[in-house]
């Protein structure tokens, strides 16, 4: 079984006692394929980050990595911003440290200037050490433990549903059925002229619904009652819509990811029919 792929949210510490193993840094990019996480100290702020768009980002990453369930050993700077992630209250110092989020298990307590912290604790997957450097026992546990940990929690419903190319699956053969149905055929032969270019808006509509996001922010922005205004729709119409995307959703995807899309069509349906009877 090949080794997970290991990311470190800073270099790692210098000292080859430890037994480190090699890790990539971070990034959108990388965290899709992460195995593993050493959210490292590295001295940064967590209780305040006004001023520190750097540190906004990075705590969006550690969010989005234990959305996935991606196992994290944090330490130190990063213990803090870690249980920050988690909800646990953060507390300024040198460097920040957080008291245990809830739920946590406390396997150590510290005495620091006459009040005791939490040294050591876990929760689901998250390891963390409130010291600057973890003792070498904690990181060879949490190594061993890394090839029993692989299964993943999709972090948004996008990933749920298999992201964008079977977004685009269901959405091109909802459209050949729509374009040959008796009631919705006219309706979008009547409004659509370039049905390339269509099919690429409306999955960005979805997969921004769906949680997507790329560099720039969500690719869809715009209203969806707007953007249907005008076009004659009734109850008929859209609960035709709903049958045969229904019908498209179960054709390619499993039936938890084909019942979650539906279900999101289902919400947008009741939307536009409520604002179909306002007008």
Same mark, same amino acid.
């Given at each position: 079984?090949?080794?997970?792929?290991?990311?470190?949210?800073?270099?790692?510490?210098?000292?080859?006692?430890?037994?480190?193993?090699?890790?990539?840094?971070?990034?959108? +990019?990388?965290?899709?394929?992460?195995?593993?996480?050493?959210?490292? /100290?590295?001295?940064?702020?967590?209780? +305040?980050? *006004?001023?520190?768009?750097?540190?906004?980002?990075?705590?969006?990453?550690?969010?989005?990595?234990?959305?996935?369930?991606?196992?994290?050993?944090?330490?130190?700077?990063?213990?803090?911003?870690?249980?920050?992630?988690?909800?646990?209250?953060? /507390?300024? !110092?040198?460097?920040?440290?957080?008291?245990?989020?809830?739920?946590?298990?406390?396997?150590?307590?510290?005495?620091?200037?006459?009040?005791?912290?939490?040294?050591?604790?876990?929760?689901?997957?998250?390891?963390?050490?409130?010291?600057?450097?973890?003792?070498?026992?904690?990181?060879?546990?949490?190594?061993?433990?890394?090839?029993?940990?692989?299964?993943?929690?999709?972090?948004?419903?996008?990933?749920?549903?298999?992201?964008?190319?079977?977004?685009? @699956?269901?959405?091109?053969?909802?459209?050949?059925?729509?374009?040959?149905?008796?009631?919705?055929?006219?309706?979008?032969?009547?409004?659509?002229? +370039?049905?390339?270019?269509?099919?690429? /808006?409306?999955?960005?509509?979805?997969?921004?619904?769906?949680?997507?996001?790329?560099? +720039? !922010?969500?690719?869809?922005?715009? #209203?969806? #009652?707007?953007?249907?205004?005008?076009?004659? @729709?009734? !109850?008929? /119409?859209?609960?035709?819509?709903?049958?045969?995307?229904?019908?498209?959703?179960?054709?390619?995807?499993?039936?938890?990811?084909?019942?979650?899309?539906?279900?999101?069509?289902?919400?947008?349906?009741? *939307?536009? !029919?409520?604002?179909?009877?306002?007008?």
């Amino acid at each position: 079984m090949a080794s997970p792929l290991l990311l470190t949210t800073a270099p790692l510490p210098d000292s080859p006692q430890m037994g480190w193993p090699e890790a990539a840094p971070l990034s959108a +990019d990388t965290l899709a394929g992460a195995g593993g996480l050493f959210a490292a /100290h590295d001295g940064g702020p967590a209780a +305040d980050l *006004r001023e520190r768009p750097d540190r906004w980002a990075l705590l969006q990453l550690l969010s989005g990595a234990l959305r996935r369930g991606v196992p994290v050993l944090a330490w130190g700077s990063g213990a803090a911003l870690t249980g920050r992630a988690l909800g646990a209250r953060v /507390h300024a !110092g040198q460097p920040d440290w957080a008291g245990p989020p809830a739920g946590a298990t406390v396997h150590a307590w510290a005495e620091v200037t006459g009040s005791l912290r939490a040294l050591h604790w876990e929760l689901d997957r998250v390891t963390a050490w409130a010291g600057p450097q973890p003792p070498p026992t904690l990181l060879r546990a949490f190594l061993a433990r890394l090839d029993t940990q692989r299964s993943r929690r999709p972090a948004t419903p996008l990933e749920a549903v298999g992201g964008e190319a079977a977004l685009h @699956i269901v959405l091109t053969d909802f459209y050949a059925r729509a374009a040959l149905d008796p009631l919705l055929g006219p309706v979008f032969a009547a409004h659509v002229r +370039d049905w390339p270019a269509h099919l690429e /808006h409306v999955a960005a509509f979805w997969a921004t619904v769906l949680g997507g996001a790329g560099p +720039d !922010g969500p690719p869809w922005r715009g #209203n969806l #009652n707007t953007v249907h205004a005008g076009l004659g @729709i009734r !109850g008929e /119409h859209l609960a035709r819509w709903l049958a045969l995307f229904g019908q498209a959703a179960r054709a390619h995807l499993p039936p938890e990811a084909a019942a979650l899309l539906t279900a999101r069509a289902g919400a947008m349906g009741a *939307r536009l !029919g409520a604002a179909g009877r306002r007008s």
